[in-house]
């Protein structure tokens, strides 16, 4: 017997024209919950339905990146009729819940603050649109609001699945349940504990959210505890993971090496149970080509499909940008969110290098992705790299507002898909896992998902050889040393001089991933190694 499971998630990437991601964590999301439907998995999805979701990023003329957002049109819900109500900074809440179609039978339930009765209607328009308090009434709908959907709409749960500390605040709920049915504040925990299982994304500190006491406590976020009880669950100021690191049975990472790191990261935290590794997946019918995968199986011309990728993809480009790529010139591919430690700009570092490439018709790169809308950092490094484009006009792309068609078509077109951040920070990284299924050469830092997976000059290449420093310079310059030189003296002479040899990687890159880092053997580890009893 499968449990029942309530998975909790601040965002979902589906397909449709709504954007309810802003990147990595919503597309796993909605992956995960396509793979239970495809697997008839007993499971329910809580998420909000965001008016407007994540911030379109556009260029302007000055090369700048700017953000608009717009009202969403959603299709495919359902009114259940049912509302909920949280009390968020004194008043009361309506939320109403909406029923998602498009995952079958595995329900996705939304919340939506957007009423006319409600003076706080704006709690759910934005994604990560707001710090501080708004955000703490975002995770408040989420994770206390979630708990009482699934309660109004009588759905039993086995297990609570939180997606991130976002939700976290349902603990809170269980527990504010338990002991209004009679059990002291330690058995509660105990027993809601027993019933919580938590996924932990970020290696970055300072993605882990905390948040000041006395503002909870305005908020109303405290569900009836107490000061004491919130700094034994959270910390002060409460730190959003070690709640629900504290909260749950069990919790885990995301690929093996974030394992690692992540039990580093936390084990001044007295919970007691380590952090285990389940890496990510793919949901593969929504990101990889069938035609690719039946070349592979039937022992097919797989550089000829490829090559109808990589053209459609240079048909997209050519209409969103105007730009002309040459179908027979190296194209790599990278999309990362625009933060420092992503090193989006690292391949320009020498110009020496790389602009005899560029200039030369040996190389063309094409970027996306996007910054927070209020990082300023971010924005310079998106600024960047629309510079790097306007300077070699005919190798360099930059394509903007990156959501999963664009992710769709770059991993599937590209011959190279190019990761470099920083060792250790990168809890997982699924755009590669779509990128090697589709057998697009993965060219990566050996982070995340990719020391599982990688057989340099095999499936792919790898920089840097897992070398890590303190030293930000020292990591840098080794890194880059590294890059330059797997790019110079095994890509490119590959590509150019040795064909038959590509295309043998491509198929090494199809095969090692295929299976491995399907969506089925995600759900089937979280199901044995996190829900089992
Ligand atoms: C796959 C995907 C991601 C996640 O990719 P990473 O490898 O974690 O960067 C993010 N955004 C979009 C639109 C995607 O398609």
Known sequence: MYPKVAYFCMEYGMDTAFKMYAGGLGILAGDYLKGARDLSLPMVGIGIKWKQGYTDQLVGKDGKPYDAYHNYQYDCLEDTGVCVTVKIRQRDVRCKVWKVEAFGNVPLYLLDTDLPENEDAWITGQLYGWFGEERIAQEMVLGIGGVRVLRALGIDVDVYHFNEGHAVLAALELIREKMDSGLNFENAV???????????????????????????????????????????????????????LRLSKKANAVAQLHAETANCMWQHVDYNKPIIGITNAIHVPTWVDPEILSAVDREGDLWQVHMQNKRSLLDFIKRRNGVELDPDVLLIGFSR??????????????????????????????????????????????????????????????????????????????????????????????????????????????????????????????????????????????????????????????YYERRDRWVDMMKNSIHSTRKQFAMERMLSEYYELLYKA
């Open 190 to 244: 105990e027993t809601t504990k027993q019933e919580v299982v938590f996924t932990t994304h970020t290696p970055v500190l300072q993605g882990n959210e905390s948040h000041y006491l006395d503002r909870l406590a305005y908020m109303g976020a405290y569900n009836g505890l107490s000061h004491e009880q919130m700094i034994h669950i959270g910390g002060a100021p409460f730190n959003m993971t070690v709640a629900a």
């Open 337 to 494: 969110r625009a933060a420092p430690y992503k090193r989006s700009n690292f391949i320009f570092s020498d110009e020496n290098i790389i602009a005899p490439l560029l200039e030369g018709r040996k190389l063309q790169i094409v970027f996306s992705g996007k910054a927070h809308p209020l990082d300023d950092t971010g924005k310079s490094i998106v600024e960047n790299l629309v510079g790097m484009s306007r300077r070699y006009p005919n190798a360099v792309v930059f394509l903007e507002n990156y959501d999963m068609e664009i992710g769709r078509m770059l991993t599937r077109g590209s011959d190279i898909w190019l990761n470099n951040p920083r060792r250790p920070l990168e809890a997982s990284g699924t755009s590669g896992m779509k990128a090697a299924m589709n057998g697009v050469l993965n060219f990566s830092v050996l982070d995340g998902w990719w020391p599982e997976a990688c057989r340099h000059g095999v499936n792919g290449w790898q920089i840097g050889g897992g070398f890590e420093s303190c030293d930000v310079c020292e990591q840098d310059c080794h890194d880059l040393k590294s890059l330059y030189q797997v790019l110079l003296e095994e890509i490119l002479p590959t």
